[in-house]
């Protein structure tokens, strides 16, 4: 067996930690911190139909370097998860991929709300992790902006005790702004403004008030969907929601050196809302953080602004990112679990998982895009130096060194 002497927990003490494999040997542990096995509530791995951007091969390796061993995949691929045969039928490519590669991570999926589909959530309730609901544009074919079909969505998941997560921003403000600015990568975040996401805010607070639905706010990016989130909770309504790591540590200064690496929707904001977020957290108003991992590939992310499409890979420095503002005493280790593991086992409904990551907590590297595992192989944080990573991950009491992990190279060259 292998034995990690004198880890340190999040509560301040030491512990031995014991892996039963076939190697045995003692390792000091002394620079090590151990936390749960992560969960990333939010990512888009791209399978089926765009796996030229990512596939679970490479997903699976970016996620466990990022700490995380369960992750919630999003609906919008191609063809949409929107239905109980293509439900299934992602599950086993998914699974098929996780074989391949030799890593047991854990998942859970998403269901898109589709309006021609609505008579499929009653085959799928106990076998999704939430329906997921787009009110504004993004990747793929799921938008649903009219409120005779939002009612719908809100009620049935009522009836099935499913939750709801909402992409909210109002599409037809965005539809009304697009013409009032020029082509750049900037206007992005004016078309898309603040109001745009507080008005869906507002209005999907309204169905989750008139329904009683479990609603969870997903990528919150400004200050006025704090307020309408915080007067929500003040009512008792069950109304939870989740930032950004890009919503947290980027802002609109980005689109200068990023360009069409910077756009993704809601989109980034003013550096104000990054303080407003963060005071978030503190108050208790956002409960976690999803890194809405999106690649696209470097060649679609340089088209110009109108074709660029939206979307930027995250899972892999969430957690260094989050570590760093421990260090810079922003944020403190209870503040990350709550936010990557223990209010999201609660809001999802979930088990807590055995698994174990092992983070060298003094350890600093900078972002790299050559050393990424994503298939994509960029990073919006490439050239920042951040302290904290993690260096073990025991997923079913297997123990996985990640720096010995296989480099992404080994998946991209096959076809997928």
Not at 237 to 255: D, G, K, S
Not at 276 to 289: C, R
Request: charged share 20%.
């Amino acid at each position: 067996m292998t034995i990690f002497k004198n880890v340190s927990l999040p509560s301040g003490k030491t512990q031995d930690i014991i892996v039963y494999d076939q190697n045995p040997h003692e390792i000091d542990g002394s620079h090590l911190l151990a936390l749960p096995g992560l969960i990333d509530p939010h990512v888009h791995f791209r399978t089926p139909g765009h796996e030229y951007k990512e596939n679970w091969e490479t997903a699976a390796l970016a996620s466990l370097c990022g700490g995380f061993t369960t992750v919630f995949d999003m609906p919008n691929t191609h063809p949409s998860t929107i239905t109980a045969q293509r439900l299934e039928e992602k599950k086993r490519l998914i699974d098929a991929k996780l074989q391949s590669c030799g890593i047991p991570l854990k998942y859970h999926l998403y269901f898109g709300a589709h309006k021609e589909h609505f008579d499929e959530l009653a085959k799928v309730k106990d076998k999704i992790v939430a329906l997921k609901i787009y009110m504004g544009s993004s990747t793929g074919d799921l938008l649903m902006d009219d409120e005779s079909s939002l009612h719908a969505a809100f009620a049935l998941a009522k009836a099935h005790d499913l939750l709801v997560c909402v992409h909210a921003e109002n599409e037809d403000m965005i539809a009304s702004r697009v013409h009032l600015y020029p082509a750049h990568y900037a206007s992005h975040s004016l078309i898309r403004s603040p109001q745009v996401a507080a008005s869906a805010v507002q209005l999907a607070i309204s169905l989750c008030k008139l329904y009683t639905t479990r609603l969870h706010i997903l990528h919150v990016s400004t200050k006025e969907e704090i307020t309408l989130i915080r007067q929500a909770k003040e009512e008792g309504l069950p109304v939870t929601c989740e930032t950004t790591p890009h919503h947290l540590f980027l802002h609109t200064q980005a689109y200068l050196s990023l360009q069409g690496k910077a756009l993704v929707n809601p989109p980034l904001r003013e550096s104000h809302h990054n303080q407003a977020l963060l005071q978030a957290i503190h108050e208790g108003i956002i409960d976690t953080i999803g890194s809405d991992h999106a690649p696209h590939t470097l060649e679609e992310k340089n088209r110009p602004y109108g074709l660029a499409p939206s979307g930027m890979p995250g899972v892999e420095t969430t957690l260094p990112l989050l570590l760093q503002a421990y260090h810079n005493k922003k944020l403190s280790l209870s503040q990350i679990l709550n936010l990557t593991y223990h209010n999201i086992c609660k809001i999802y409904r979930i088990p807590p998982n055995d698994d174990r990551i092992l983070v060298a907590i003094n350890k600093e590297k900078t972002v790299n895009d050559s050393d990424l595992k994503t298939r994509c192989g960029w990073s919006p944080f490439a050239g920042m130096t951040l302290k904290g990573w993690p260096l073990y991950a025991i997923l079913d009491g297997n123990l996985h060194h990640l720096e010995h992990l296989p480099t992404r190279s080994l998946w991209t060259c096959k076809k997928s």
